[in-house]
């Protein structure tokens, strides 16, 4: 399963090869955007794409971006409250 995270482009890196910056979740990257380029790059800056290993795969309107970003954190704070529990049931048979 594939996995795009939503950021924003915020710079052109180098027109020349289609890269450009991205903010995720306040971690800049450079990213490839010949997925979803269409014009000249500084036209897409302040747009938010789906991003996945380094490709910006897809534009995305700011809410789908929030609502994405809302629903990885959710999943997130499940997979830590998850693995608290395993740690705590490890715990109690450890002490059985």
Known sequence: MCLGIPGRLVAVADEATLMMVADVSGVRRAVNVACVADGALPGLIGRWALIHVGFAMA??????????????????????????????????????
């Open 59 to 96: 534009l995305i309107d700011e809410d789908e971006a929030e609502r994405t970003l809302e629903a990885l954190r959710s999943l997130g704070e499940a997979q830590e409250a998850l693995a608290m529990m395993a740690e705590g049931d490890r715990a109690l048979e450890g002490a059985a």
